[in-house]
């Protein structure tokens, strides 16, 4: 599987090509699907442009990028778009259209508590496992742990050598993962070899202008579906 994150934490100052309107995210699905991906990942924005889980924005945000594509389309959880737990899980129970699945990172305040409500309401929960956490810890402890859609685990090292150490381990942390399918991917300098290596493993990855701007050869990127095609030959060839 090729996940597609459109725009992530990005803002204006990242470029153009970072998506944050719901037309331009819908848009950028759309070039990103034609590319390959199968799955898209993006953080609704609010019109100054931050992350948000407001039931309006996101309502807005999935209605244009469902009307480009078919595949599935999820959404973060993460503490910089709700930073207070119980008002997070307002915001979802606010939900009047919901994704297809969220992610929820496993090392923040309230993990529990949020993967179980978005379950509760039919969402898949992407397992987010960030290295440098005890998220891994936190998830092998978890009951929720196989009634997860996925595990993300997510390398946070943004150097192109020790990012691949990182993943090995991060992986080993994980051990069985409650048996779920893990998608693997690194960030910024350490995204590219991260992919490499979920290619050489077999596992499902992503990449996109969250975790990405340039390419291998360290040309920017003009879009998510530039880097989706470059992301798919360079698993395939791993």
Do not use: Y
Request: contains cysteine.
């Amino acid at each position: 599987m090729m996940q597609v994150c459109l725009n992530g934490s990005r803002t204006a100052a990242d470029g153009v090509a970072v998506p944050l309107t719901p037309e331009s995210m819908a848009a950028s699905a759309a070039g990103a699907v034609a590319a390959g991906a199968t799955d898209i990942h993006v953080h609704p924005k609010t019109p100054c442009g931050r992350d948000t889980l407001s039931p309006t924005v996101l309502a807005v945000t999935l209605a244009a990028i469902r009307a480009r594509v078919p595949v599935p389309v999820g959404v973060t959880t993460g503490e910089w778009a709700e930073p207070d737990p119980a008002a997070r899980l307002e915001r979802i129970r606010g939900w009047t259209v919901l994704p297809d699945h969220a992610s929820v990172n496993w090392h923040e305040p309230g993990a529990e508590e949020t993967a179980a409500l978005l379950m509760e309401r039919g969402v898949g929960v992407e397992a987010g496992i960030w290295s440098g956490t005890d998220g891994a810890e936190r998830f092998a402890a978890s009951a929720l742990g196989p009634r997860v859609l996925r595990v993300l685990a997510e390398v946070t090292d943004p150097d192109p050598v020790s990012a691949v150490a990182s993943a090995r381990g991060l992986l080993s942390d994980l051990g069985s993962a409650h048996g779920r399918p893990v998608l693997l991917h690194g960030e910024d300098g350490g995204a590219w070899p991260v992919l490499r290596l979920a290619g050489r493993l077999g596992l499902a990855t992503r990449v996109g202008l969250e975790d990405v701007l340039v390419r291998p050869d360290g040309v920017r990127a003009g879009s998510n579906a530039e880097l989706v095609a470059v992301g798919l030959a360079e698993h395939r060839r791993s």
